[in-house]
Nanobody, 118 residues
Framework: QVKLVESGGGSVQAGGSLRLSCATS??????MAWFRQAPLKAREFVSS???????SYADSVKGRFTISEDKASRSLYLQMNSLSADDTAMYYC??????????????WGQGTQVTISS
């Protein structure tokens, strides 16, 4: 079975930083990604990383967020800096097993809440 478990969410003041983690188990994945969803808004892509190390970022987080993967522990991370209220959302870890567009993952975690205060 495949299981994705996020952690590291919480509350932080604007301008601060937060590091999210995603522990994975099951099949090896072609790519891993982070999505987020704010209240009353659609889910949006945040960042992804392929098995070969290639990364992708949404324009809204470029220069502030960094995605990384520890293959030994099969963990995914998202370092978030210079956080603002616009970053407040439920963050989801996602994965795609086979080659394809990582905007459309096959598996999802339960989510971890990130709240940025003013």
């Amino acid at each position: 079975q495949v299981k994705l478990v996020e952690s590291g969410g919480g509350s932080v003041q604007a301008g601060g930083s937060l590091r999210l983690s995603c522990a994975t188990s099951g099949f090896s994945m072609y790519c891993m990604a982070w999505f987020r969803q704010a209240p009353l808004k659609a889910r949006e892509f945040v960042s992804s990383i392929n098995s070969d190390g290639r990364t992708s970022y949404a324009d809204s987080v470029k220069g502030r967020f960094t995605i990384s993967e520890d293959k030994a522990s099969r963990s995914l991370y998202l370092q978030m800096n210079s956080l603002s209220a616009d970053d407040t959302a439920m963050y989801y870890c996602a994965a795609r097993r086979f080659p394809g567009d990582c905007y459309y993952p096959s598996y999802w975690g339960q989510g971890t809440q990130v709240t940025i205060s003013s």
